[in-house]
């Protein structure tokens, strides 16, 4: 009977709301100040994760559970993980395929040219 | 729930819970444990949608609206990047807080202060769409943007943001609704007293709450990634 009704001082859910702001503000800060590329990028995987974490651990309570339902949880989405690799292939697929055969560039390249 | 085993820690635990009998996840409601598994299954949803826009933005040769300026709103005389969305973000961060402590002020049965919390965050959830709403009216009738096309750039990206927001926005709204409905059943007294509700025999209890709680903030939950993925990127 570990989780169920456990209860948290109020302050831990203020300090994890401000520690959210922070995050979000950061992350507003990264638009505002105009970072790009993989600066960029890994700043806002950065702070979702990181926000994202504590949303779940705390939030929902995951830290406190046992590790049968976390676990339960937590591993399928590894499913999405994958997932977003191959679409990022084959995304990345079709936009070179558009980018040489649907573009004036079909003039300068024909099929037996190109390698 | 008693148990005859004593239950054991870590990765051991994790086994011998997973092969137990009866019941895999020990001590834990049935309330929570459906809600959990239904979060998961709506996390796939999400990532299909995210996946799909991932996609249409990788491929397309035509260069991807520039949310930043977008989703610019006129403040002082100038525009301010993202200026809703960080507001919006705020909101909505603010709600989960609030619905966390009506969690924890359940537990303790104080009624009152459990309702109010639970309004408040209901408010802010319904101030949230209003915002996402008054979004969409600027970009459909302000700035012509239809799923199919748009002035700005790449035309795929009506239909990423309408479906992606829109069902993020209908979640928070059925969101809204059932806070509502557990806050009047805080308030009249039916979770202290176990009655049962309108379509079920079950009886009430302070479960209800948190697991209102983890819809809440599984909601928050997928806008910290559409704030990423969509605005950020």
């Known amino acids: ?115 | 729930m008693s148990e005859s085993v004593q239950l054991q820690p870590g990765l051991k635990g994790l086994v011998s819970d997973w092969s137990s009998d009866q019941r895999a996840f020990k001590g834990v409601p049935w309330g929570k444990a459906m809600m959990w598994i239904f979060l998961l299954s709506d996390t796939f949803v999400f990532s299909c949608f995210l996946i799909s826009y991932m996609s249409v933005r990788m491929s397309t040769t035509v260069p991807w609206p520039n949310p930043s300026e977008v989703f610019a709103l006129e403040a002082f005389g100038t525009p301010v990047p993202l200026l809703l969305i960080a507001i919006m973000t705020f909101i909505l961060i603010t709600s989960s807080g609030t619905m966390a402590m009506a969690v924890k002020f359940g537990y303790e049965k104080n009624r009152k202060v459990t309702f109010w919390l639970l309004i408040i965050t209901a408010l802010l959830g319904a101030s949230f769409v209003g915002m996402q709403a008054f979004e969409w009216t600027k970009l459909i009738v302000d700035e012509g943007v239809r799923p199919w096309s748009n002035p700005m750039g790449a035309p795929q990206f009506g239909a990423a943001f309408f479906m992606i927001t829109g069902f993020h926005g209908t979640h928070v709204t059925f969101g809204v609704i059932f806070l509502v409905i557990i806050a009047i059943k805080v308030l009249r007294g039916d979770l202290d007293h176990e009655r049962p509700g309108f379509m079920t025999g079950r009886k009430g209890r302070y479960e209800m709450v948190e697991t209102m709680g983890l819809y809440w903030h599984f909601v928050d939950l997928v806008w910290v990634f559409i704030f990423a993925f969509f605005y950020l990127w």
Not at chain 1, 31 to 51: E, H, T, V
Not at chain 1, 100 to 109: A, H, M
């Open chain 1, 1 to 115: 009977m570990s989780a169920e009704g456990q209860q948290h001082p109020i302050s831990t859910y203020f300090w994890i709301w401000g520690w959210l702001f922070v995050l979000s503000a950061c992350s507003y800060a990264v638009d505002y100040m105009a970072f790009q590329g993989y600066l960029r990028w890994s700043l806002i995987l950065l702070f979702m994760f990181l926000k994202a974490g504590l949303i779940v651990a705390v939030f929902m309570h995951m830290m406190w559970e046992r590790l049968a339902i976390i676990y339960a949880i937590l591993v399928p989405p590894i499913a999405i993980l994958i997932f977003i690799a191959l679409m990022a292939l084959e995304s990345n697929y079709t936009f070179e395929t558009r980018e040489i055969w649907f573009s004036d560039w079909s003039n300068f390249f024909t099929p037996a040219e190109h390698h």
